[in-house]
């Protein structure tokens, strides 16, 4: 689908209203090497925001919920968010946010390099607040090659400034140690916990299939590096997530404890199993942090180094216990997912990408039994390298999966097929401009987005 204006506004909308994200600028001031936007093979509808008045960007503020967080400096649809601190005019954007929604908590992602003394002290002012701070290396001469930033120091500089000012902030890691080395992925984590991060995220970097030879690794390097932390990291006084986790079940086990937090003062640890919360089952990792999350001081039994135990998180209602838990599945995208499944006749062939494919396939493994479904991992072709999730899905990838599937599986009729929702926008375009309805016209099938 061609770029138009009235599309533009639409996904600026679109991501405003379901994300509760408020876009501010799609310009950068570093040239990160595992830039995705780097890699993009020919033909990948992604668009940037004009620049825009401080007054223009409030005037959507009408259209956030303001009893969900705001999010700023990330995207949710096919908008680039550059570094929102670059705006000639964050100041009054920011200030001018909390004065129309003067509780509703802010999440504000940010490469750091613009944590000046004066903007901590603005973010000190707008509080509620959260910073996400993408360091990827303490080490300047590590963070310079990583990210060509001209004063690389700063960000350590600002991390240390938001923890000294009370600010709470996250540090994340795009993990390169094929570039910078392992140890200085634990030195940076290191870093982060010194300077007073709450949790520190190691993302799994991405390649295409046009990245040149020095950004490319090994096929587990997911593993390895789930591995370094587990053995390496653990003890460096701020829980370390991993994103995307490899998850293959929906245990609820904690990833972590924050420091200071009534989880801690529980005596939960990290890798504790949560097996109750006031009497009842969780089905997921998110439905455990959602019902601790939403309780007044409730009751968690809970299996820690083989001994079940129960304690009381003392908090009130709607505030975290500082359990942090890797994200698995929404309850709600859970029941969703499993009704769809089983209504209507015959088999329903669930698409997913290969990172999601084993969890995909034990969340639906009674349905799998029954004789529901089917899951059917597809490979990122069209992006190839180390891309594997679904939400990079293309039209050809799907329907060159689909047809080997069907050839290769002609005693099973398929009566549906299941789409990833997130690899198509709002009009069922993927990123190529292609529709969804172009693999039900093809195979003659019943095609969905979910």
């Not at 870093?191 to 949790?199: I, S």
């Not at 799994?204 to 370094?228: E, Q």
């Not at 005693?411 to 009009?427: H, I, T």
Request: charged letters at 25%; one cysteine or more; hydrophobic letters at 40%.
């Amino acid at each position: 689908m061609p770029w138009t204006e009235d599309y533009l506004n639409a996904l600026i909308m679109r991501t405003v209203q379901e994300a509760n994200i408020l876009p501010v600028t799609s310009a950068c001031n570093v040239s990160c090497v595992f830039c995705s936007h780097r890699q993009n093979p020919a033909g990948v509808q992604a668009y940037r925001v004009p620049p825009r008045s401080a007054v223009e960007i409030l005037d959507l503020v009408q259209w956030l919920d303001p009893k969900r967080t705001v999010v700023i400096g990330e995207s949710a649809t096919r908008i680039i968010e550059g570094e929102p601190l670059l705006h000639p005019e964050i100041t009054a954007v920011l200030t001018g946010l909390r004065r129309l929604l003067p509780k509703t908590p802010l999440q504000i992602t940010t490469n750091g390099s613009l944590l000046s003394s004066a903007m901590v002290r603005l973010l000190d002012r707008i509080r509620p607040v959260t910073v996400y701070l993408s360091l990827n290396s303490s080490d300047p001469i590590k963070r310079r090659l990583l990210m060509r930033d001209p004063q690389p120091g700063r960000a350590l500089e600002g991390a240390v400034l938001l923890g000294a000012a009370g600010v709470p902030f996250e540090g994340s890691v795009v993990a390169m140690p094929q570039l910078v080395g392992w140890e200085d992925l634990c030195r940076t984590i290191a870093d982060l916990g010194r300077a007073g991060a709450r949790v520190v995220r190691v993302f799994m970097p991405g390649f295409t299939r046009l990245a040149p030879p020095d950004l490319r690794f090994r096929d587990d390097l997911g593993s390895r590096l789930a591995a370094y932390l587990d053995n390496e990291c653990r003890d460096l006084g701020v829980p370390v997530v991993l994103e995307p986790p490899l998850l293959t079940n929906l245990t609820p086990q904690a990833r972590g404890v924050l420091s200071g937090s009534p989880a801690q003062a529980a005596g939960v640890r990290a890798g504790d199993v949560i097996r109750r919360v006031d009497g009842r089952v969780p089905c997921s990792r998110v439905e455990t942090h959602q019902w601790i999350s939403q309780a007044e001081r409730p009751e968690v039994a809970l299996l820690s180094e083989g001994e079940e135990r129960t304690v009381h998180l003392d908090k009130p209602a709607g505030v975290s216990a500082g359990l942090v838990f890797d994200y698995d599945f929404d309850p709600r995208q859970l029941d969703e997912l499993r009704h769809t499944v089983r209504r209507g006749r015959g088999q329903a062939l669930v698409v997913t990408g290969v990172l999601a494919g084993a969890l995909m396939a034990r969340v639906l493994e009674q349905d799998i039994e029954e004789g529901h479904c089917r899951v059917l991992t597809v490979d990122n072709r069209f992006f190839g390298g180390s891309i594997g999730c679904a939400g990079l899905l293309v039209v050809d990838d799907v329907l060159e999966a689909l047809r080997t599937y069907l050839s290769e599986n002609p005693r099973y009729e398929v009566e549906r097929v299941l789409l990833p929702q997130r690899a198509f926008d709002y009009r069922g375009f993927d990123l190529t401009g292609r529709h969804y309805r172009e693999i039900e016209d093809g195979l003659g099938v019943d095609v969905r987005l979910l």
